[in-house]
């Protein structure tokens, strides 16, 4: 299917709301029957009708046309957080005594559900080095359900061969689940590769301009009914309306947002690699990181997010030379207009600053829409300082 039908016609019907040209926030709660052989349709098939707005809602269904045909998949469900995409499609397919398999440090409230939640439940999480398919191998048992798998990661970027992995997951009957918050549909498309699940935070990219939270789930049809019968509905968790909305309205600019921070992003990166206080830049469409190969086999893309390993022997002179940057605002997420800044010393104490340890000294960068030239020119005044 054509990108620019999916972003710009697809699930829309204008004749439904007056010939608007953009779709309605359709705002209610919940929906009318006239007869009540459509009231007893409507019960036995809710993932299909519109009965109530923590189900199905029309806005939110223009939405989820477009986000499973971005991903080449059956369909798609869209929560109100990419959090509780993690959690509702991991909920769905796990019981006491189950086992899963996750890459190591994945997004921090998957770890936070493996270890707080599922753990209660008697449900064991092993982690391994993603980046050898021996490691899943070895870890697998006979109670083994999931593989939970993130790539790249958004701190240190290491990615995992989904054809392999979904290849030993199949031949075992596991389900794979994967984070693709950081490439999104545009730059990898995890069910061309026989993911069964693949979930993205929209918060991010989708929306694109840090206004605005959701989560997407794209899968089978069937694997999706269970998942919006059994934990959206129970939870409560899907998107409003108006978020929908505000997610689709990103959706139409996805592409040349994309490119634009694609652009800007090899471009500041070529400026720091360059630069005496930086020691390396972790990037994974870089020549030099690790697993360029697979990256080109799987990937389109990448943009926007990247680590520097700062040229620092104390906590002071990187505090100092982030908040000497005007252009770069220190928060969490990405994915929106604005350039951000995260580095690792930012979360430890300055008496357990260690210069030896890397990880002390890495800072996760974000590239947003401003021209790439403003944004070197401030690089360079702060490294100046530091
Ligand atoms: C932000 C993020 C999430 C969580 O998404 P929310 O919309 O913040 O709940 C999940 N995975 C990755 C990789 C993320 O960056």
Known sequence: MDISYILNELGEDRSQY?????????????????????????????????????????????????????????????????????????????????????????YSWATRLFDNVLTRFGIETTYVDGTNIQNFKDAVRPETRIIYLETPNTLTYEIQDLEAVSKLAKSLNIITIVDNSYCTPIYQKPHDFGIDLSLQSGTKYLGGHSDVLAGVLTGSRKMLKKIFNEQLLNTGSGISPFNAWLILRGLRTLPMRLEHISKSTIKVIEYLKKHPKIERVLFPFDENFPQIELAHKQMKGACGLFTIVINATSHHQIERFTYSLKHFLVAVSWGGHESLILPQAGGIAPEEFDPTIELHRMARIYIGFEDPDYLIKDLEQALEVL
């Open 18 to 106: 007056f010939n608007a040209v953009s779709p309605p926030i359709v705002q209610t709660s919940n929906f009318v029957f006239d007869s009540f052989e459509e009231l007893r349709n409507a019960f036995a098939n809710e993932e299909s009708t519109f009965v109530y707005s923590r189900g199905k809602n029309p806005t939110i269904d223009i939405l989820s046309k477009k986000l499973a045909a971005l991903d080449g998949a059956e369909d798609a469900l869209v929560f109100n957080s990419g959090a509780s995409a993690i959690y509702c499609s991991v909920m769905a397919n796990v019981k006491s005594g189950d086992h899963i398999i996750s890459i190591k440090k994945p």
